[in-house]
């Protein structure tokens, strides 16, 4: 187990290091000048190349790619994620604040993909072809298909229109204050629990499917077993493990989702944060706000694969 | 005290703008011999007005920065203007009349030469240090004469600006190399953008005040809070020199994207109580309201496209140029864009400026007419006088990445073709490649907006079409125009000014430097408990933004 948990770590280590790599190459290929961000429009035109040039100094910018990415690694490591370019507010005080917005949303929608996606998954899968199969098939495809920030559009307009509704429009951490906080995150949680549940929905109910023609569920149907307790006890236990996969696959799309659905809803979390830092090209926000995505990704995948061995005794590492 | 405030009825309200009109025009008018005097008042405060409250008022995404002298951007000036205080100012009743501010009253030499400023006693900033002239000065110097990296939109207004000498605590006088209009030069005095900031704040920080959240000021409000890209918030300055002012015990302003559904709908939804730059949409649901007052006005910006006259030889001739401005149908253009950001038409100058061609007089000339096809054949003739019958092919038309423009440039390219058979390639970039590509001469067509800071015609023939001007992106030079942009600059007489600037309008109908687009306007809805504030008539949204006269009631 600890040589599997020390490969797991190795590949993990070697995939940030190259996504590290990518975020920082393709942000400095990239055309763009934050510089016009930074003096405005009318600063940026009216600035010497002088100027520009010993502001982009002043910023590290005009150093050598590769001091620059030691530079930044050297960051990651000591805890200390750089300033924005622009107010020099820190990374770190940015992820703070609005890192628990997002992981709530984050957290709720998986939660809401599997109060809505197992249901139905099971309901399909004990009546296949029924009207309640159907029913399910077409409601999930339809989920997969609205893109979530649109979805998010109509019910903000929706609410706004019909109820005069909006939830509160800067952060409301929840032990400031439970309820206001309620209110942000579940808007976005539902809309992209909603489409993760129909995946897990089509998922579990193929992967039940299967699994109730094992013989095992032959026979506990042979000996009278209830069929509430067959499928529940006997057949979800191991339908489920491809399930738990596809959560940790999707707890990504979840994340990359929360970006145009957080700017659909106006949640100022870390995905908005990001929206905003590309059009800014605040580049020390943008490199690291993607590495942390891709940290919490592959950590999330990781902690799947070691989940395998306490779901299923089977397995052994 | 009747607990209500004070009401004006239209009698007074004329008697007085009558009144303070004929001491503006006084007042201009140099007596020989003798330094003209102004000293109108300032904003006083109302003992009838109901005082206390919150105001939450969203203008704009975050501020890329803190130093308002380098900013160009209303992400600035509207949250942090509370917080400071002009030399002199626009009032807030009308967004136009010059008044006192920090500076008592001033005086203008016959000549036009020396300005002088009698600054209040007694003015303190946030962090309890005493405002003296050489604040002021040090403000000026900044802004006149920019240090090494700092970089000043306005500094072009201060161009000359000689020395600014502190004649004693209270009083400062800036004397100038050549004279220039009053108007012009009291109207860059009374900017939004000229904040007085301290000496010592300068001095701590190099000169750059671009990460520098909290320096103090001497305005109404203080800096409480601030959360990155949500909200700034200020509290009442209990020891404001203008005693009674201001009536609000706090501020909120929220950081919100202009025209965006999340203004929009934070506003309608009663999030805030003032919102700026709402969406078309947004603003005619809001006047559909019964408790909500939607106002719009002018701003100071120019949606245009220019012709590279470097790098294309066609576009290099006037009539080739002159030929695209007639072709183009700005009525539909304006259409295009109606549920995106409010427009008007206009030439090369602002429509709504007292110098500019009326409105009436421009919808008869070619290329503004509602009727397009006399333009339209008079743009054909051009080109086949210029010697491209055919049309032109393969343009690059750089379009910078925002909705309107994307709107605009397939509108354009389908105008150009139809009416003169010139085919373009839309080339979409975002804002920061368009600049580079702009000043880089990357393009053919290039289609964006340029804001100036005054509506003074001599502020926009240096900034956008003047020789080798920072915005003048199409590289034009026509020296008959700039040797009448420097007569007009440094002319006196209002009247005689008014011709020369229609004489240059002619001209660059002649010889489009850029082809205008249109003209925008700003969208404000607030809810009617927010009372003393009339936007409607204000000139653009950087000149009266501090809220000190705005009260709640109701």
Redesign the interface.
């Known amino acids: 187990m600890k040589k599997y948990l020390l490969r797991r770590a190795l590949f993990a280590l070697g995939t940030l290091i190259g996504v590290s790599m990518i975020i920082f190459v393709v942000l400095r290929v990239l055309?763009?000048?934050?510089?016009?961000?930074?003096?405005?429009?009318?600063?940026?035109?009216?600035?010497m190349p002088a100027?520009k040039a010993?502001?982009m100094a002043d910023l590290g910018l005009s150093d050598p790619l590769a001091i620059q990415y030691l530079r930044w690694l050297r960051d990651i490591v000591t805890g200390d994620l750089g300033k924005?370019f622009?107010?020099?507010?820190t990374v770190r005080d940015?992820i703070l604040?609005r890192g628990p917005i997002s992981a709530e949303i984050a957290l709720l929608a998986l939660v809401v993909s599997w109060i809505v996606g197992l249901p139905a998954g099971i309901a399909s899968a004990v009546k296949p072809n029924g009207w309640l199969d159907a029913v399910a098939r077409v409601v999930s495809i339809v989920f997969i298909a609205v893109p979530g920030f649109w979805l998010g559009?109509l019910i903000?307009?929706a609410l706004?229109f019909w109820f005069?509704?909006?939830a509160?429009?800067?952060?409301v951490h929840v032990w400031e204050n439970p309820w206001q906080n309620f209110q942000q995150v579940i808007g976005p949680a539902v809309v992209l629990g909603l489409a993760q549940g129909a995946y897990i929905s089509r998922m579990s109910r193929s992967c039940l499917l299967e699994v109730i023609r094992e013989d095992y569920v032959r026979t506990a149907r042979a000996k009278g077993a209830d069929e509430k307790v067959i499928v529940l006890r006997h057949a979800l236990p191991n339908a489920l493990l491809p399930v738990i996969t596809i959560s940790g696959v999707l707890l990504g799309f979840v994340l990359g989702g929360s970006v145009a659905v957080e700017q659909a809803f106006?949640v100022?979390g870390l995905g908005?944060?990001l929206v905003?830092a590309i059009i800014?090209?605040d580049i020390i926000v943008v490199q690291n706000l993607v590495l942390l995505y891709a940290a919490i990704f592959v950590v999330v995948n990781v902690l799947v694969d070691l989940s395998y061995a306490w779901l299923d005794p089977r397995i052994r590492y | 005290m009747t607990g209500q405030p004070r009401r004006v009825d239209r009698r007074t309200f004329l008697k007085v703008s009558a009144a303070g009109a004929g001491a503006v025009i006084a007042s201009r008018l140099p007596s020989p011999g003798s330094a003209v005097a102004q000293a109108p008042a300032g904003v006083k405060a109302d003992p009838a007005v109901k005082r206390g409250g919150t105001l939450r008022y969203s203008v704009h995404?975050?501020?890329?920065?803190?130093d308002v002298h380098?900013?160009?951007?209303v992400a600035n000036i509207g949250p942090q203007s509370p917080m400071y205080d002009t030399l002199i100012r626009r009032d807030p009743k009308d967004g136009q009349t010059i008044i006192s501010d920090l500076a008592e009253r001033w005086t203008i030499a016959p000549d036009g030469k020396k300005y002088t400023f009698y600054l209040r006693k007694g003015v303190k900033f946030h962090d309890g240090a005493d405002f003296t002239a050489e604040d002021v000065k040090a403000t000026y110097e900044r802004i006149a004469r920019p240090p090494?990296?700092v970089?000043?939109?306005r500094?072009p207004l201060f161009a000359t600006v000689g020395d600014i000498v502190v004649v004693n605590p209270h009083q400062i006088e800036f004397r100038m190399t050549e004279p220039r209009p009053a108007p012009y030069m009291l109207g860059a005095f009374a900017s939004g953008w000229n904040i007085i900031v301290r000496k010592k704040s300068l001095e701590e920080h190099g000169g750059n005040l671009?990460?520098v959240?909290n320096y103090p000021g001497t305005g109404p409000y203080k800096h409480v809070e601030r959360?990155?890209?949500?909200?700034w918030i200020m509290e009442r300055n209990k020891d404001y020199w203008n005693k009674g002012l201001p009536y609000l015990d706090r501020v909120e302003v929220?950081h919100?994207p202009p025209f965006s559904?999340?203004l929009g709908?934070?506003f309608?939804?009663?999030?805030?109580d003032y919102a700026r730059l709402l969406d078309p949409v947004s603003w005619r649901k809001a006047k559909e309201m019964k408790n909500v007052t939607a106002a719009a006005f002018n701003q100071s910006v120019i949606q245009a496209f220019w012709c590279n006259q470097k790098k294309n030889k066609a576009l290099n001739d006037p009539r080739v140029r002159r030929a695209i401005h007639l072709a183009m149908d700005r009525n539909a253009l304006v259409e295009v864009v109606k549920d995106t950001a409010p427009m008007q038409i206009g030439g090369f100058v602002y429509p709504f400026h007292e110098m500019s061609t009326p409105k009436a007089e421009l919808e008869k000339k070619l290329g503004y007419q509602k009727d397009i096809k006399p333009a339209v054949q008079e743009a054909r003739r051009l080109m086949a006088e210029a010697g491209y019958k055919d049309g032109l092919k393969g343009l690059d038309f750089v379009v910078r990445d925002i909705q309107t423009f994307k709107l605009w440039a397939v509108a354009i390219q389908a105008m150009l073709k139809e009416h003169i058979n010139v085919e373009s390639n839309l080339r979409v970039?975002?804002?920061?490649?368009w600049?580079?590509e702009a000043?880089a001469g990357n393009f053919d067509l290039a289609i964006s907006a340029?804001?100036s800071s005054l509506m003074d015609p001599s502020d926009i023939f240096s900034a956008w079409y003047g020789k080798g001007g920072?915005?003048n992106y199409g590289s034009w030079v026509n020296e008959p125009f700039h040797a009448l942009a420097a007569q007009i600059e440094k002319e006196l007489d209002q009247g005689k000014r008014k011709a020369m600037v229609r004489q240059a309008e002619d001209m660059l109908e002649k010889d489009p430097p850029l082809i205008p687009v249109a003209y925008e306007q700003i969208y404000d809805a607030y809810y009617n408990k927010v009372k003393g504030q009339n936007p409607s008539s204000y000139f653009g949204i950087y000149d009266v933004v501090r809220w000190d006269q705005v009260y709640l009631q109701g």
């Open positions: 055309p763009g000048d934050p510089l016009v961000a930074i003096l405005g429009v009318e600063g940026h035109a009216r600035m100027d010993r502001i924005s622009f107010r020099g507010d940015l604040h559009l903000v307009l706004l005069g509704y909006k509160p429009i800067i952060i106006g100022p908005r944060a905003i800014e090209r | 995404s975050a501020a890329a920065h803190f380098q900013s160009g951007t090494k990296g970089v000043i939109p500094t671009r990460q959240l959360r990155d890209k949500e909200v929220y919100m559904p999340e709908s934070s309608l939804a009663g999030k805030l970039v975002q804002t920061s490649v600049f580079d000043a340029i804001v920072p915005q």
